[in-house]
């Protein structure tokens, strides 16, 4: 084999593998697209090739149609959970950063031997599943006066984004070399001081990179959101779109399908600029 | 801050400001509010569904009359209850193996540079990236039992699959289990190839030199070198994915509730079942607990691998 021939192979494996990977995955988004502009009539003919928009098959900007997906916008709550979503998202990521820095912190620096095993023990946080937990929740958020509200999903969403973020943030904090607070502290400056006026601003690429996860995770949720709330315009999307927007056995499947394709794909440019610092934080909280 | 800068000046601090110097008790300190926080909503609910287990408390209601360990022979005695277990078994064993061989495959290839990497990556992570529940009504519509795009191609594509009688995925129990691990393989195998992407890279490039120099290249180097090192974080991301896939209410919620015939409940729907529909709170919170000791006992198994594969 010719040394160009070898780089021409290593070169294309790469493409042959990731290629058909890529497109098994993505699938269902490509679908969602392709679903979300089709009329009634195209979309509910069984004869009609599904992957093209019929029967103007080469003109599809004319047999295709936007009105299903300013159904969603327009006639639904869907405006309103996307605002929900993202004031749960906002409120809870203040919460778990108040909690998660302080906290990520003392574990990377501070806490010595048992730092190591307080990793593992946030863990097993993560195996009391939430299906478990809602059931005492659902009453107690009931006697709280909370039921029905967003507030109730604010409380709740940290018990499950402080433990993820802290095990993020002890992961960047290790990366910061120990000379440069040392330094500062030779400078008079008091360990809480050099916290806030060093460590913070330099990790500031780490701490995005947790609120970008935790805001995700929070979007993601979806037995309390289902379950605690029961109002359509108190709805998040995760709950809002799955239950609102299916009526009995009728299914809008194009603006379903907008509804799910638009955040998936923003959540997926957010988390594809980050993942990189993700990876970073990862390892550094596991394994060092 | 201000605070702070005060203290700063004033020679001395005081000694409250001394005492939070010392890192015996600042580090407590600092650890203690997010675990008095966690300990109020993860570790109270936790305690009482345990003792909600133990009774025979009904929807929308803390407290019952105590009855041992009746739920969990009540549950155990059920038929469903035991498919429900079997499934969840099947269901996560199935897709993390899956999952496994995809994540590793996958990540190999994915470490490289190359041309248009930034947006094949964007499409690989979209499973995970994407809100599970709205991803599942995603997979909902391609395997509708009218409409089903899979059946489309099968069908009329490719001649696989009879285009008048096509398979109905959601429809028969076998076909709707084999649908739930699909779903749940898509899902989480983006997160492992994340997982394993890091763990390529926290392989020093000095390992990679000395390697080449004892030549080992292709295969030698993926057995000898790459491999062994890559094993702890292989046992985090099937932890992970064993934890996520088990624990998880979503994808069976969404795609079949459980049906058809209850053949695809798994433990996390069919707690909810029970608990909440039927309004069985204690049975419910049994069945849930079920998990539990599973799900722990993988973990102390996992890291125990974890562990010794790091040292050697």
């Keep these: 084999m010719s040394e160009s021939f070898r780089a021409a192979l290593h070169r294309y494996s790469t493409y042959l593998v990731v290629g058909p990977f890529a497109i098994v995955l993505a699938f269902p988004f490509f679908w969602m697209l392709v679903t979300m502009f089709k009329t009634n009539l195209d979309l509910y003919n069984t004869q009609n090739v599904p992957y093209v928009y019929n029967p103007l098959r080469w003109a599809f900007w004319r047999s295709a149609t936007t009105e299903h997906v300013a159904y969603v916008f327009q006639q639904t709550d869907y405006p309103r959970w996307i605002f929900n979503t993202i004031l749960v998202g906002i409120v809870v990521v203040a919460i778990t950063l108040v909690f998660a820095l302080p906290a990520g912190y003392a574990l990377a620096r501070l806490s010595g031997s048992w730092g190591q095993m307080a990793g593992i023990a946030i863990f097993l946080v993560y195996l009391v599943p939430p299906t478990l937990l809602f059931l005492p929740l659902a009453p107690l958020v009931a006697r709280l006066g909370l039921e029905d509200s967003l507030a109730s999903l604010m409380l709740i969403y940290p018990s499950f984004t402080i433990p993820f973020s802290t095990w993020l943030l002890m992961g960047f904090f290790k990366t910061i070399p120990q000379e440069l607070e040392d330094a500062s502290l030779v400078d008079g400056c008091s360990r809480i001081g050099s916290l806030v006026r060093i460590v913070f601003p330099i990790s500031l690429p780490g701490i995005l990179t947790v609120v970008i996860f935790a805001f995700s995770l929070c979007v993601n949720e979806f037995i309390y959101a289902f379950t605690f709330i029961s109002t359509s315009s108190h709805r998040t999307i995760s709950a809002g779109v799955p239950n609102e927007l299916i009526r009995g056995d009728v299914f809008f499947w194009q603006s379903l399908m907008a509804a799910t394709l638009i955040p998936s794909v923003v959540l997926a440019l957010l988390y594809n600029t980050f993942l990189d610092r993700f990876i970073q934080g990862f390892t550094g909280g596991a394994f060092r | ?312």
């Excluded at chain 2, 094949?120 to 529940?133: G, K, M, Q, Y």
């Excluded at chain 2, 992407?197 to 000395?210: K, N």
């Excluded at chain 2, 529909?277 to 974890?306: D, H, K, R, W």
């Design chain 2, 1 to 312: 801050m201000e605070a702070d800068a005060s203290a700063r000046w004033s020679p001395g601090g005081g000694r409250w400001r001394r005492t939070l110097e010392s890192r015996r008790v600042l580090g407590p300190a600092l650890i203690a509010p997010a675990v008095v926080f966690i300990v109020l909503v993860v570790g109270v609910p936790f305690g009482w569904a345990i003792y909600l287990s133990l009774t025979d408390a009904v929807g929308g209601s803390l407290h019952g009359n105590w009855v041992g360990l009746d739920n969990f022979t009540n549950a155990w005695h059920d038929a469903n209850f035991r498919k429900a277990l079997e499934n969840t078994l099947i269901i996560t064993l199935a897709s993390q193996a899956i999952v496994l061989v995809g994540a590793a495959v996958l990540s190999h290839y994915l470490i490289r540079d190359f041309r248009g990497k930034w947006f094949l990556r964007f499409l690989i992570i979209l499973p995970w990236a994407a809100p599970v529940s709205l991803a599942v009504l995603g997979w909902l519509w391609i395997l509708d039992s009218l409409f089903s795009v899979v059946n489309w191609t099968l069908g009329h594509g490719l001649g696989l699959v009879s285009t008048t009688n096509p398979p109905q995925w959601l429809g028969r129990p076998n076909l709707a289990l084999i649908s739930v691990i699909v779903v749940q393989a898509w899902r989480i195998l983006p997160f492992a190839v994340v997982i394993f992407l890091a763990g390529l890279a926290s392989i020093p490039t000095e390992v990679d030199d000395a390697a080449k120099i004892d030549g080992a290249i292709g295969f030698k180097k993926l057995r000898y070198v790459t491999f062994p090192l890559q094993l702890p974080i292989a046992l985090v991301a099937l932890l992970f994915g064993i934890v996520f896939t088990a624990a998880d209410f979503t994808v069976v919620y969404v795609l079949t509730q459980g049906g058809p015939f209850n053949s695809t409940q798994v433990l996390t729907t069919w707690s909810f079942q029970i608990g909440v529909n039927s309004g069985s709170l204690g049975e419910g919170a049994a069945i849930s607990l079920y998990l539990f000791p599973l799900l722990a006992a993988v973990t102390i198994a996992m890291l125990f691998f974890a562990r010794r594969a790091q040292v050697s």
